[in-house]
Each structure stands twice: as C-alpha cells, then as structure tokens.
C-alpha cells in the first residue's frame, strides 16, 4: 500500500514538493519531465498544469488528460512558462501515459506500483508506460523505495545503481543540500565520462 506522503522535495517550492508526494500520477508526470531540462523545472511541470487546468481538487486526472483535445492540451503546456524545453513532444508524451493508465489501470497511477507482486513485476509495470525507458524506469523505483517506502520485495535488483547510498538521482533528493549535493555529483560524473548509473 502506498504511503499517503513521501519527502520528496526538488523544486524549490513546497505545494509543488507536496503534490510529487501525495498525488502518484504527478509523480509519474515529473519523472516523464525529467529529461533534457533541469530536474526542478520537469518536477514542477504537474503543479504548473494543475493551475492551468483548473482541476477541481487540486490533483492531476488521466481520464481528464487523456480525454482533453491534443491541441488545447498542447497550448497548456507550452504557455510560458512552459513545462519543458519541447513542449509539444511532451504534450503527447503525457497524453499517452493517461491514456495508458486509464486502458491498463482504471486511471489509477498508484495502481502501477500497488498492484506489483514484487521488484521484477514492478519494473516490468513501469516499462510499460510510454516514455518510460530502463534508465527511468530504475530511477522510478529507487524513488518510490527512497522517497515514498514503497519497498516490494527484490527492489533493490529493479533499481540497479540507483538503490545505492550514492547521491546519484531525483531518489536521492530530500531538500536543497541534497539537490545541490547530487548535482555536483552528476558533473563530476559527466566530467569523468561517467554515467549516471556508473
């Protein structure tokens, strides 16, 4: 069973840190996000469209998103400022998640990571989603393992590198010190010619 809070907090601003960890598909959406931008600009993405969208409680809603027409959706994302540098390939990126859990688990986000049997299943679950390749898929875990104690048997081999107590991603960030910590950590990394998952 999830938690019904997680300590989560990269984008420098609480109600959008509260709602990664209390709202599983904002969560999802921020990882989707994570990509070519900085880590608290995708993090902040779902908050960003909550006010944009106007969800009546506060909580992004997949039937909702999937349902929406592509272009109105599109406009909400790329609004300045927007949610990533491509907006318009994210835009159908996030539309197709929605689609994918309202076809495959009733619209429920949670469900991805609820309803797995263990890590293997659990990773299998999150590979399924678009967007979703290994590397985020790992980092996936090791966030709902670090951050939100979703802990399924075997995790650890589904997170790979990332399930580690090396500052190396997002599921090593719980506050400022953190991201700065892990930021620095990816530079050297890259400054080495090392990966993330080195």
């Known amino acids: 069973m999830a ?3 997680g300590t989560l907090a990269i984008t420098g601003d609480d109600d959008a840190d509260l709602l990664l960890n209390t709202d599983p598909l904002a969560l999802l959406v921020g990882m989707l996000l994570d990509q070519q931008v900085p ?3 995708a993090f902040k993405g779902p908050a960003t469209l909550i ?3 106007d969800f009546a409680d ?3 809603d997949a039937a909702a998103i999937a349902e929406m027409d592509p272009e109105a959706f599109l406009e909400a994302c790329r609004t300045k400022p927007a949610i990533h ?4 390939s994210m835009a159908g990126r ?3 998640l929605c689609r994918h859990l309202v076809d495959h688990h009733g619209g429920d986000a949670a469900d991805v990571w609820i309803g797995a049997t263990d890590g293997a299943d659990l990773s299998r679950r999150l590979r399924d989603l678009p967007g979703y390749g290994a590397e985020k898929t790992s980092i996936f875990v090791a966030i709902l393992a670090k951050r939100m104690g979703v802990r399924p048997d075997g995790w650890e081999a589904a997170a790979g590198p990332f399930a580690d107590d090396v500052p190396r991603s997002v599921a090593d960030i719980d506050g400022p010190e953190a991201l700065a910590t892990v930021r620095a950590w990816k530079k050297a990394q890259k400054a ?3 990966s993330k998952q080195d």
């Open 51 to 53: 006010q944009r969208l």
């Open 192 to 194: 080495a010619g090392k």
């Open 39 to 41: 880590m608290e600009w």
């Open 3 to 5: 938690p019904t809070t």
């Open 85 to 88: 540098r491509f907006p318009k």
């Open 94 to 96: 996030i539309q197709d």
């Open 58 to 60: 506060g909580r992004m």
